[in-house]
């Protein structure tokens, strides 16, 4: 994927936030990996717990917003629970908002 798209495409993800964390999904360390070939985007990513009642709103969101990307055509959005997510997933920036530094 070329790296102007990546940017692009993490973004958009720092723009969807978890409903009850106040930071966004790609700085709590939710996306584990964004896959583009032909227009066609994979995102595979995870949850903070897998039983979380807003995933499909979260994973409709995600889906919404990198359709909004330009180039990008199709997108698929995959949930996986392995490996499991921690806190070490997070980025500094997240972990500085929640206070955990």
């Known amino acids: 994927m070329k790296k102007e798209l990546e940017d692009r495409l993490i973004a958009q993800l720092k723009t969807i936030y978890d409903p009850e964390i106040p930071v966004n999904i790609y700085d709590l360390g939710l996306i584990y990996n ?3 070939e032909n227009g066609k985007l994979e995102v595979e990513m995870t949850l903070t717990a897998p039983g979380c009642p807003v995933a499909d709103d979260i994973v409709a969101d995600i889906k919404e917003k990198m359709l909004q990307v ?11 629970f392995d490996p499991p997510w921690n806190q070490d997933m997070m980025t500094e920036e997240a972990k500085l908002e929640l206070g955990m530094l």
């Open 34 to 36: 964004l896959s583009e």
């Open 70 to 80: 330009e180039g990008i055509k199709e997108a698929y959005i995959s949930l996986v």
